[in-house]
């Protein structure tokens, strides 16, 4: 049995133990949202009405109707604006700025990730109101197998065929931590390194998180090992930031283990929702 089949079956008991420790939400998608929140039932589209003002400078009654919606992800939300002035729709995060729209027009946007939307008339701040996107909550399951034929740049040649290595990560439901159990076997030598980085399938990027050696404790020696961790959003250093979730959801963090025989990396992994 190559090395590369038995780290595979070892994701695999990995994905295994984590079912059983976190129960069926471990695979479950990620969906985001709260509990708490109320959740209309996942509709095409959903109607919010900008509505009349007696007050030619847009205040007054001017108001959009319901101020706040409670929608499922992969909902649109159309404004229509049913006043007899001209108003827009602005996102306070820049997700979508609407033109102007005089009476009887209408403006639309498909929300289909988590998070709670904010906006506001640009023409009269005062008119606000958000959107919550919120579906079932639970921690989202990822991948990533390392192999030498992933580095940017590529390994030295003398670097041994057999080089490999699997990880489980686990991302909670609140999107604030991240526990990742990483094996690997056949590397040319004791790591002298490993690191979570961002970059695209073929691109070198920067370091976002070290594994190892971190607070004084270095990385295993010998050429086979596993280890595990927490990345938290309140680490004092090296945070997990919604930045990079975000990235890490969109499959643009890997992880990259280095050796004396190649400084840059001699195994890297693309880290990748897991896929049963």
């Given amino acids: 049995m190559t090395k590369m089949r038995v780290?595979?079956?070892?994701?695999?008991?990995?994905?295994?133990?984590?079912?059983?420790?976190?129960?069926?939400?471990?695979?479950?998608?990620?969906?985001?949202?709260?509990?708490?929140?109320?959740?209309?039932?996942?509709?095409?589209?959903?109607?919010v009405r900008i509505e009349g003002s007696n007050d030619p400078y847009g205040y007054g009654t001017a108001s959009f109707n319901p101020a706040t919606v409670n929608i499922a992800p992969g909902t649109t939300v159309t404004w229509v604006n049913e006043d007899s002035i001209a108003h827009n729709v602005t996102s306070r995060d820049g997700l979508f700025d609407s033109p102007v729209l005089n009476r009887g027009q209408r403006f639309s946007y498909k929300f289909d990730r988590p998070g709670t939307y904010g906006y506001f008339c640009k023409i009269h701040p005062a008119m606000t109101g958000q959107v919550i996107v919120a579906g079932q909550a639970g921690p989202t399951l990822l991948t990533a197998v390392l192999t030498a034929g992933q580095e940017v740049p590529a390994p030295k040649?003398?670097?041994?065929?057999g080089a490999i290595g699997a990880a489980a990560i686990v991302l909670n439901a609140n999107r604030?931590?991240?526990?990742?159990?990483?094996?690997?076997?056949?590397?040319?030598?004791?790591?002298?390194?490993?690191?979570?980085?961002?970059?695209?399938?073929?691109?070198a990027g920067?370091?976002?998180?070290?594994?190892?050696p971190v607070l004084g404790v270095a990385c295993?020696?010998?050429?086979?090992?596993?280890?595990?961790?927490?990345?938290?959003?309140?680490?004092?250093?090296?945070?997990?930031t919604s930045d990079l979730v975000d990235a890490l959801l969109k499959?643009?963090?890997?992880?990259?283990?280095?050796?004396?025989?190649?400084?840059?990396?001699?195994?890297?992994?693309?880290?990748?929702?897991?896929?049963p």
């Fill in 220 to 240: 295993p020696t010998g050429t086979s090992a596993t280890l595990s961790g927490v990345w938290r959003r309140d680490d004092a250093r090296e945070a997990l």
């Fill in 176 to 203: 604030t931590e991240l526990s990742f159990f990483l094996g690997y076997s056949g590397l040319s030598g004791s790591p002298t390194a490993m690191h979570f980085h961002r970059g695209k399938p073929g691109e």
């Fill in 157 to 161: 040649a003398e670097t041994p065929l």
């Fill in 251 to 275: 499959g643009e963090l890997y992880i990259n283990i280095h050796t004396s025989l190649n400084p840059p990396g001699e195994i890297r992994g693309q880290v990748k929702p897991y896929q």
């Fill in 7 to 47: 780290l595979s079956l070892s994701v695999l008991a990995l994905v295994i133990v984590l079912t059983f420790a976190l129960g069926e939400r471990a695979l479950a998608p990620y969906h985001g949202g709260s509990p708490h929140q109320t959740q209309i039932p996942s509709a095409q589209e959903v109607i």
């Fill in 206 to 212: 920067p370091i976002v998180r070290t594994i190892c």
